[in-house]
């Protein structure tokens, strides 16, 4: 299902859903550590529907979705990046579930440049998609990130302006190393 945010955000999609690098052990424990310092002013948190992460106490949290009857919440920050997570049954498939958030993206956006990653982040092995698209005139970026538990399969999708990227990448990845914890 696509589903879209207000007039002044891009369109988000919501589906009952990087460039993979090789890190060395260093630049893990380099991403770990930028993650403990981010969630250590990430006063918010979110602990419901059998889930709990962090994220900064000026984001907006819709539970909108989850209130609704979906398995997804979202949280805005303040220049309208935003990211999700969507819960499934633990018998999704992760790579099914990011190449469903892919095919979904595709028909957003005519022109969408797509990546296929593989990851492991806190002994989670996580496939996905990095994407580059314009909407609204500006160039964006989009990380898709899927991963199974015994409990269910989790989807991650976070999304904004290229600038706005860029200065929030690691408290994104500091909210996902918070759920994934």
Known sequence: MI???SAERAPRITLALTRAAPHST????????QASNQSRIMAAVFD????????PENWTLDESE???GNQVVTVY??????????????????????????KAMRQQYDELDAEEVHENVAGHDLVG?????????LTNTAQVRSYLTPEAAYVVLCQADDREFA???AVFRAI???LLS
Do not use: Q
């Open 3 to 5: 589903a879209a945010a």
């Open 48 to 55: 419901k529907l059998g889930i709990r992460f962090l994220y």
């Open 66 to 68: 989850a209130l609704a």
């Open 129 to 137: 998609h990095d994407m580059n698209f314009y909407c609204l005139d």
């Open 77 to 102: 920050s303040p220049g309208g990046a935003f990211w999700s997570v969507m819960i499934h049954p633990a018998d999704a498939t992760p790579t099914k579930l990011a190449t469903t958030a892919l």
């Open 167 to 169: 200065e929030i990448e």
């Open 26 to 33: 260093a630049a893990a424990r380099h991403t770990s550590k």
């Open 176 to 178: 996902t190393m918070s």
